[in-house]
């Protein structure tokens, strides 16, 4: 289930430090910027209330990370979540299965950029579109969420990250500011394909 928070403004840090765990506050209060602390507080309450609302959690666990720095729940290895954030939005996603989420702003077309990350097919589309900057938008996280479900960071393989997406589902929310995708297993049976 996808949980998103456009409210990123309204958010009083103060308040939202009471809420959240140890663990979270000290990674909130890293940021320099107001606006970053925000983002990694809304994140946080985000999961606090998918897991309150999908598995009756009232405690967020502290996170565990696996061997790619990929955040985990310890002690509930069967709830899977992922969080993202840009300067429009923050972004939850959990799941009884592992889950990718990324939401990035809209932004205008780089050509270098676009030419370093999209494969030729997916430039063509790009080209294609009505709006080229959210389909280039639209596939980047499509990307990121695959990767972020694998566990795995940006590669330097980019253009290629798709080729497999047939084994993916893929769900994207586009808004005026932002484009949102999740990602998991098209299947429960389903390996996890890692590279």
């Not at 928070?5 to 959240?20: G, H, R, T």
């Not at 889950?99 to 676009?114: K, R, T, Y």
């Not at 479900?149 to 932002?178: K, M």
Request: glycine share 4%; hydrophobic share 40%; proline share 5%.
């Amino acid at each position: 289930m996808l949980y998103i928070d456009e409210n990123i403004e309204s958010i009083s840090i103060e308040q939202a430090l009471e809420q959240v765990s140890p663990q979270r506050r000290l990674v909130a209060m890293r940021y320099r910027r107001e606006q970053d602390r925000k983002l990694s507080l809304a994140v946080f309450l985000l999961l606090k209330r998918a897991l309150r609302e999908e598995y009756g959690i009232t405690e967020v666990q502290p996170f565990v990370f696996g061997p790619n720095g990929k955040p985990e729940l310890q002690g509930l290895p069967g709830i899977h979540f992922n969080l993202s954030h840009c300067a429009h939005a923050a972004a939850c996603v959990v799941g009884d299965t592992p889950v990718g989420v990324d939401v990035e702003s809209i932004m205008p077309l780089d050509d270098a950029l676009m030419a370093r990350t999209m494969s030729l097919d997916e430039q063509r589309l790009i080209a294609a579109a009505p709006h080229p900057e959210v389909e280039f938008t639209r596939l980047w996280t499509m990307k990121e969420s695959l990767l972020k479900l694998i566990g795995e960071g940006l590669t330097d393989d980019l253009p290629a990250v798709l080729h497999d997406a047939h084994l993916y589902r893929f769900s994207t929310t586009i808004r005026s500011r932002y484009v949102c995708t999740t990602c998991q297993m098209a299947s429960t049976n389903q390996q996890l394909y890692v590279k």
